[in-house]
């Protein structure tokens, strides 16, 4: 078999400098199983942290569907095929009725980038309104839209990053966000722009997580609709169910916005993503442009999504989230009393982080001791990963089948390591 250092040494002469491995000691993992990962020694990791695989790694409700569609067709999709439109109806039927139509692609980056292309098609502006540290792909365009890929990322010229008022007070956080969305519509305008979308992640995942109050970016999505802009809201990390209280994160703000992005768990790990629209908004670009993509809803990638609704709806992963995500996070919370580095847990559903702060009381954050979390928990098991611009909160999104006994291990090892970093 081959060993780990054989495997990076090689990686790294084929694969070039910019991919990046987790952890201190990179994981080689060769099989997966619900919420389960196996690497080259046979040795069980919890994962905590893949929401690609929303309904459980190699689900094989998902896996027969995907194998007996590849057995049957596989082709583009500029033939008729009813697999895309059952799906598209079936996708559109979660959604509110405003939100009337739907184009696939292969990946959320894709998705996003449409989404965009729509935005500008229908407002005939170029503006871009994301958060500071927001995360939304890695075409060109979108990533010049995604500031925490780095500081060697620019910012495209027509985007304005906004602050996310992480820690403020609940009853300051829309209007201390909107405050920030209404200084940056007057920043495209002094420099000649217009807003054409405000752009979240209706989780901020990667700003630190923030989901509540629910509600709080409704001012924000105001304040953009009377500059002439439209709501693109983000769900590739955030929908299907994964928040618990709603299908969708934009329904906990109770918003209906005019484009919808989603990607990773819709296809359980196969490659499908899309967009849903209001169709007066879709229909300046399908006046101006011809859409046409390769393997985006391809029959393949629409029996995958397809088994995976037909997961979440029989096994009500959505109120498994819901359940469990709370058990999750009182028991995170629990911990406060034990460790003084835990600060704020925030989060929905199965979507958690939790903050590493100094154990001072000062509250700043602690980055350092993070790291060591993160890779003393792979140490002893358990998945997750580090969020926010200072890398300081841990990051929690298991497969949505994650079942209360699987929450206590989490918590139970997380006490541990904790304790034996104090000592």
């Not at 442009?289 to 009500?316: E, K, S």
């Not at 979390?373 to 998945?383: D, I, M, S």
């Not at 200072?390 to 089948?401: D, G």
Request: proline content about 5%.
């Amino acid at each position: 078999m081959t060993t780990t250092d054989d495997l990076l040494a090689r990686r790294a002469r084929v694969l070039g400098p910019a991919y990046r491995l987790f952890y201190e000691r990179p994981l080689q993992l060769v099989r997966g199983e619900g919420v389960w990962l196996f690497d080259a020694d046979g040795r069980r990791y919890l994962d905590a942290y893949n929401n690609v695989a929303a309904v459980g790694h190699c689900h094989p409700q998902v896996v027969q569907a995907i194998a007996a569609q590849a057995a049957t067709l596989n082709t583009h999709t500029r033939y008729l095929h009813d697999g895309v439109v059952a799906y598209a109806e079936r996708l559109l039927a979660t959604m509110p009725a405003a939100l009337g139509q739907a184009m696939f692609t292969c990946t959320g980056s894709e998705a996003n980038d449409l989404a965009l292309r729509i935005a500008r098609a229908h407002t005939g502006a170029q503006g871009l309104i994301v958060t500071r540290w927001a995360y939304h792909g890695v075409t060109q365009t979108i990533a010049e839209a995604s500031p925490s890929l780095g500081a060697g990322m620019r910012l495209g010229d027509a985007v304005r990053t906004v602050d996310l008022p992480l820690h403020a007070p609940p009853e300051q956080i829309g209007p201390r966000f909107a405050a920030g969305v209404r200084a940056a519509i007057a920043d495209l305008r002094a420099h000649g722009l217009a807003p054409a979308a405000l752009l979240v992640d209706t989780v901020f995942s990667s700003d630190g997580v923030l989901t509540d109050p629910p509600g709080f970016v409704a001012e924000a999505v105001a304040d953009v609709r009377a500059a002439g802009g439209v709501l693109i809201a983000d769900e590739v990390q955030a929908g299907f169910g994964r928040s618990g209280d709603a299908f969708w994160g934009f329904a906990r703000h109770g918003l209906v916005p005019e484009i919808v992005s989603m990607g990773k768990p819709m296809g359980n790990g196969y490659p499908v993503a899309g967009v849903a629209v209001q169709p007066a908004v879709l229909k300046a670009f399908g006046d101006q442009c011809r859409y046409f993509n390769t393997f985006g809803g391809n029959p393949v990638a629409m029996a995958a999504a397809g088994a995976v609704l037909d997961v979440l709806q029989q096994q009500a992963l959505q109120d498994n989230a819901q359940r469990v995500g709370a058990l999750l996070r009182d028991g995170l919370r629990s911990l406060a009393a034990r460790h003084r580095c835990i600060g704020a847990v925030r989060g929905a559903g199965l979507f958690i982080a939790l903050d590493i702060v100094q154990p001072d009381g000062s509250g700043a954050p602690d980055a350092a001791r993070t790291l060591q979390v993160v890779n003393g928990l792979r140490e002893r098991g358990v998945l997750l990963s580090a969020t926010g611009q200072a890398a300081s909160a841990l990051k929690i999104r298991p497969p949505l089948v994650f079942a209360p006994q699987h929450a206590t291990l989490l918590v139970d090892t997380l006490d541990r390591l904790l304790g034996d970093l104090a000592a």
